[in-house]
């Protein structure tokens, strides 16, 4: 079958740096995409690796190794209101398959 | 643009009770997509559609049923509720398949008691 493998939880300062990873067991997917979710609300679009490699949008950045099936989404200069979920997903023509989420609680 | 909207925002159920989840995009977005999650989880794809007149089974898709009749409405019915239903449901569309970014609306918050 297909999954996702995540931490549940992560925690970190104000201003530091967060590695959040994900490995998966699938095969024949388009790239890895990383979204946000604040507790209650709608996921957001945060970051697409369809590549091996490093994708860096403004303090996210996201990484992508499809020979070890593992990605990870970097946060830097963490803020307070980055506390939220994070779930990486697979894309699949379309279709997401997600990850279980990892929380992250930035401290101050 | 509203993006993607769903209604109702809250719905509690009795089981066995019918109902329609509707979902209204207005980005001219081909591909619509119904998710669940459940507390804790990640989301499960129920069913999608890649264009008007063509759905088809995402990972969870028993107790559901969907229609496209026209590019931006994607409505869910379920029949006969049951507890196994409450979940948070929401409606996602993007332009393309392989690369593009999917915009979910704010969600429906439904209990099946």
């Known amino acids: 079958g297909q999954s996702l493998e995540q931490p549940s939880e992560v925690t970190a300062v104000e201003g530091a740096i967060v590695q959040i990873n994900c490995t998966y067991q699938t095969s024949g997917f388009y790239g890895l995409s990383w979204y946000q979710q604040h507790d209650g609300g709608a996921p957001t679009f945060l970051s697409y690796n369809a590549l091996d490699g490093l994708e860096e949008t403004g303090r996210f950045s996201s990484f992508l190794s499809r020979s070890d099936s593992y990605g990870y989404l970097l946060l830097q200069e963490l803020q307070m209101k980055d506390s939220a979920s994070y779930f990486c997903a697979v894309n699949q023509g379309g279709k997401l398959i997600f990850g279980q989420g990892t929380e992250l609680s930035v401290k101050p | 643009n509203a993006g993607v909207t769903q209604t109702p925002k809250f719905r509690i159920l009795k089981i066995g009770q019918s109902m329609t989840l509707q979902c209204a995009q207005d980005?001219?977005?081909?591909?619509m997509y119904w998710y669940r999650q459940d507390p804790g989880m990640g989301l499960k794809l129920i069913y999608y559609?890649?264009?008007?007149?063509?759905?088809d089974k995402g990972e969870v898709p028993n107790g559901y049923n969907v229609s496209r009749s026209t590019t931006e409405d994607f409505p869910l019915r379920l029949e006969l509720a049951a507890p196994s239903q409450t979940s948070v449901y929401f409606c996602a569309s993007s332009q393309l398949a392989e690369e593009d970014t999917q915009y979910f609306g704010p969600g429906t918050r439904l209990t099946v008691l």
């Open positions: 980005m001219n977005h081909n591909y």
């Open positions: 559609s890649v264009g008007a007149g063509i759905t």
